[in-house]
């Protein structure tokens, strides 16, 4: 099994353009998170989807970050405009969520994100 | 709602010397607990998981853990540490809803 892949690794881009992440879950995974990690702050959770839907997007900082998953095999995190605070490492994480909780969550290698 | 607290942000140990990292929680039933570890560069890697049963849970890498309910704690232990196992470690709490809030870590040195 490949992993969760994330793409691009590293990104660097300038304040006020348009940022696109990439996550690939692991086949038959279910659910899917989206987290940012800063030194300030941790590892905060954005949103979580179950079975492509989005279940809960109170993380998500404010409406210049949106996430989709359009498939199973398949979801984005876009931030436009984007901001220098933005600058954070971006993680992708999937699970199997069963009933009552407790899955496990397996990660990506994560997005290094450099907005200047 | 759930909380973790991991009270050290940074630890040091010898090469060769036991480890214990700390770990309480905050949660009004039995929860679930995972620590993972987080090497450079990396994403998070489960090192082990409590869900119910044997309240010692042994994991890879030769870390274990204990969870006691009376103290709401689940710390890291591994008798002989390695330089290779310098990283930060997260301690975390899920619950029914397959959300997993994490600690803020505590980072590891290893002192040749």
């Known amino acids: 099994d490949a992993g969760v892949i994330q793409s691009p690794r590293h990104e660097v881009t300038e304040m006020g353009q348009e940022v696109t992440l990439r996550c690939k879950p692991i086949s038959g995974h279910n659910s899917l998170f989206w987290y940012r990690q800063t030194m300030m702050r941790g590892l905060e959770l954005l949103i979580y989807?179950?079975?492509?839907?989005?279940?809960?997007d109170s993380g998500m900082p404010e409406d210049r970050f949106s996430a989709k998953m359009p498939n199973a095999s398949f979801s984005t995190l876009k931030i436009q405009p984007s901001e220098p605070r933005d600058s954070a490492v971006y993680f992708c994480a999937s699970s199997f969520a069963g009933t009552g909780g407790g899955s496990i969550q397996y990660f990506g290698a994560g997005t290094r994100l450099s907005v200047l | 709602a759930q909380s973790v607290t991991q009270p050290d942000i940074h630890i040091t140990v010898s090469e060769g010397a036991s480890l214990e990292l700390r770990c309480n929680y905050s949660y009004g039933a039995t929860p679930y607990l995972f620590w993972y570890v987080q090497s450079p560069g990396q994403g998070l890697q489960l090192l082990l998981k409590y869900f119910s049963g044997d309240t010692l849970v042994q994991g890879i890498k030769g870390f274990e853990a204990e969870f006691k309910r009376s103290q709401s704690s689940f710390n890291l232990r591994k008798p002989s540490v390695h330089w290779s196992d310098a990283a930060e470690y997260f301690c975390a709490v899920g619950a029914s809803d397959d959300k997993i809030i994490f600690g803020k870590g505590t980072r590891l040195h290893i002192l040749p």
């Open positions: 989807f179950n079975n492509n839907v989005p279940i809960d």
